[in-house]
């Protein structure tokens, strides 16, 4: 029924799956074919098959989802499921998404494209879809209980409207909220202009993903469902760094990433080795004279952040949120600080009563990305990432921007680590390093400590009552 085939090249890992049972032969022969995914990789952008041409996005560990043209409206199929979601390589979690995977697919349209979505839910649970961000009529809106009765368990409801201003949205759940946003239910929802635009320049690259958190005991795989704050798994589009893909670009593209942020927290977003403008948020493309160069950009709960720049410098370049704990993964929270302590003593005795006893962060946190220790099997280990020159040490919301300039256009495949030219790569020094001298003058720049108070300063008090001099 779909022509998926034509616009994903027959990607093994794309099949067609039958909708709920519950739904009669009739009613199915009028359903687009859900289209499900089974890896967690970065799909390749989606060419737009026919309507109105566009530059597709790429969703980072993700995919977007085909559609089908019925009678000039874009039709699409979204399943609401339990989903086994491979986090990183070693660990996977059970959580709730859309057709296969966690996130859901991306979903991808033109400004002024009418869209239906069908919605069937496979979920133990009620639920609803809403669609964050976009203009539409109130009752395609997607709020439990206020536009809409909840979509129960096996039925199929349907959403249509007109795609009515360009720009980046996302989709989620608005039934049972903390539940479902804490097992994964979210995707992205990408409107393109429909004309060239004054505020929406042509880019070469344009990333997609979604900030989520995840709170999994180390040895289990379902998120813990009743956390409100703090959540031990930090992931862009439901992975942890080592198992976020890089984005990869050729040197001297224009790339612009946008991020969702469906977590519980905000994320101060940062990129190394380039300053790039804020061109768009949840509103649409901003004006031009509110963008200022940053290098850093928080994107707070419920906000999409859009960033661009050129990507004119060769290298590796970190890309990670700038709160030092979402880069790392699940661990016990409850390890007390012990750098300077010296234990052995401490230890020795525990030895004698638990064998197996380790001491740990006594020079830091650092010997937790190399340690072999063992720990439960489904575990994602603290921080981690083997790199050309040893453990990158993080976790959680890490990834590297991959600017080369042999990479093809079009091209997102990842070059592997970056070759530096000789000559420009910290070092270390050969021999000792001189011995520190402490600094004695106060140097030509200090202030001159004049008007010094005598040694022995003597208080006066004066006693209430004794007289006022003159205020
Ligand atoms: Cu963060």
């Excluded at 909220?177 to 042509?202: C, D, N, R």
């Amino acid at each position: 029924m779909t022509n998926r085939r034509n616009f994903l090249g027959g990607a093994g890992a794309i099949t067609g799956a039958l909708a709920a049972a519950s739904v009669s032969k009739v009613a199915m022969a009028a359903l687009p074919e859900p289209v499900t995914q089974s890896t967690p990789n970065t799909m390749p952008p989606l060419m737009p098959p026919g309507g109105r041409p566009y530059n597709p996005v790429v969703t980072l560990n993700g995919w977007t989802l085909p559609w089908r043209m019925n009678n000039g409206v874009k039709e699409f199929h979204l399943v609401a499921e339990p989903v086994v979601r491979e986090m990183a390589p070693g660990f996977k979690a059970n959580l709730w998404g859309y057709n296969g995977q966690s996130p859901g697919p991306t979903i991808e349209v033109v400004e002024g494209d009418r869209v239906r979505i069908f919605v069937t839910n496979k979920l133990p649970e009620h639920t609803t879809v809403h669609w964050h961000g976009q203009r539409l009529p109130n009752g395609m809106d997607g709020v439990s209980g206020l536009t809409q009765p909840p979509i129960r368990p096996g039925k199929t409801f349907v959403y249509e409207f007109v795609a009515r201003r360009p720009g980046t949205f996302m989709y989620h759940p608005h039934a049972d909220e903390m539940t479902q946003m804490a097992m994964g239910m979210m995707g992205f929802w990408v409107t393109h202009p429909k004309a060239e635009h004054p505020l929406i320049e042509k880019v070469d690259r344009d990333f997609v993903f979604l900030l989520n958190a995840y709170d999994v005991e180390p040895g289990s795989a379902t998120p813990k469902i009743m956390t409100m704050l703090d959540f031990n798994l930090w992931s862009w589009n439901s992975r942890i760094f080592p198992g976020i893909d890089s984005l990869n670009v050729r040197l001297n593209d224009k790339v612009r990433i946008r991020i969702g942020n469906l977590t519980m927290t905000n994320h101060p977003m940062h990129l190394h080795g380039h300053e790039f403008l804020v061109t768009g948020t949840d509103g649409g493309p901003s004006p031009k004279s509110t963008r200022q160069y940053e290098v850093t950009t928080d994107v707070a709960v419920g906000q999409m952040r859009q960033i661009e720049f050129l990507a004119d410098e060769e290298g590796d370049w970190a890309f990670h949120c700038h709160k030092s704990h979402h880069t790392m993964n699940a661990m016990g929270h409850d390890v007390p600080t012990l750098i300077g302590l010296d234990h052995k003593d401490v230890a020795r005795q525990i030895t004698n009563l638990v064998p197996d006893y380790m001491v740990m962060g006594e020079r830091g946190m650092a010997d937790m990305g190399e340690m072999e220790m063992p720990i439960p099997d489904n575990t994602a280990r603290m921080m981690t990432g083997e790199g050309p020159f040893g453990s990158v040490e993080m976790g959680g919301m890490f990834s590297m921007v991959k600017v080369r300039r042999n990479q093809k256009p079009g091209d997102y495949s990842n070059p592997g680590w970056f070759k530096h030219p000789k000559g420009t790569v910290a070092y270390e020094l050969d021999g000792p390093a001189p011995e520190t001298s402490r600094q004695r003058d106060p140097g030509a720049a200090a202030m001159p400590a004049r008007n010094m108070p005598a040694k022995n300063i003597e208080v006066q008090i004066r006693k209430p009552g004794s007289g006022h001099s003159g205020h």
